[in-house]
């Protein structure tokens, strides 16, 4: 039996779709990437969802958490800096690669003590664009090279009528 899962890598656009045998192991992963035409040297990190630490050990341990439809993020972050603006407010937060735009915002809202009623009515906004990515998009989507990513936290328009 195989399980597929998507590979989103730093040095190639979209998401890629491959297979692992049940009870894969870190060589298995490895040897996936490599098909998939993913490069991996000593500077890749590659994590597995959301997880906090790089996949790390030697080619015949098993892989944690791998189910269908796992995401595994191939990137040269390890972490990636999560700058959100609001008014005139400003909060850094590190995050691993997988960390969706939900979790920063939540972060946000908590630091920036603001009430659930009106974290509802604002999103995360690329900084210097008018670009919303949706709440399940992950940073390693969105961050450069420099390994980081800038929100503003706007309100959401909303017509009422």
Excluded: W
């Amino acid at each position: 039996m195989t399980t597929n899962i998507f590979i989103q890598s730093h040095d190639r656009p979209g998401i890629i779709e491959a297979a692992l045998k049940d009870a894969a192991t870190l060589g298995d992963l490895h040897d996936a990437l490599v098909a998939a035409g993913v490069a991996i040297d000593a500077d890749t990190f590659i994590f597995i969802d959301e997880a906090e630490e790089p996949l790390h050990g030697e080619r015949h341990h098993a892989l944690p958490g791998i189910k269908r439809g796992t995401r595994i993020y191939v990137t040269r972050c390890k972490r990636i800096k999560a700058i959100v603006r609001f008014l005139d407010k400003t909060e850094e937060q590190e995050f691993p690669p997988g960390t969706r735009v939900r979790a920063v915002k939540a972060q946000a809202v908590h630091a920036f003590h603001i009430t659930p009623k009106d974290a509802a009515d604002h999103v995360l906004q690329l900084c210097g664009s008018t670009e919303r990515p949706t709440s399940d998009t992950p940073l390693h989507q969105l961050a450069k090279g420099d390994c980081a990513v800038c929100f503003d936290l706007v309100p959401e328009k909303r017509v009422e009528g």
